[in-house]
């Protein structure tokens, strides 16, 4: 499997517990590519002031690695 599909596989797998939806079927990330030697992800909450925000990004840094 190569880079990018492991990485979009790998976010699938982080769940929103409000929803219970995906972040990438949420359409959360806005922005996947990879670089030399990292993954550049933009992530943007479904609200500004999301309290799972942190939670979200930990996961996210946790499932890609």
Do not use: W
Not at 19 to 46: C, W
């Amino acid at each position: 499997m190569k880079g990018i599909d492991r990485i979009r596989k790998a976010l699938k797998q982080v769940i929103d517990p409000e929803t219970g939806q995906s972040v990438m079927k949420m359409n959360m990330v806005k922005q996947l590519r990879l670089e030399a030697d990292y993954s550049h992800i933009e992530f943007e909450p479904t609200s500004p002031v999301c309290p799972l925000v942190l939670k979200l990004s930990k996961e996210i840094l946790l499932d890609i690695r």
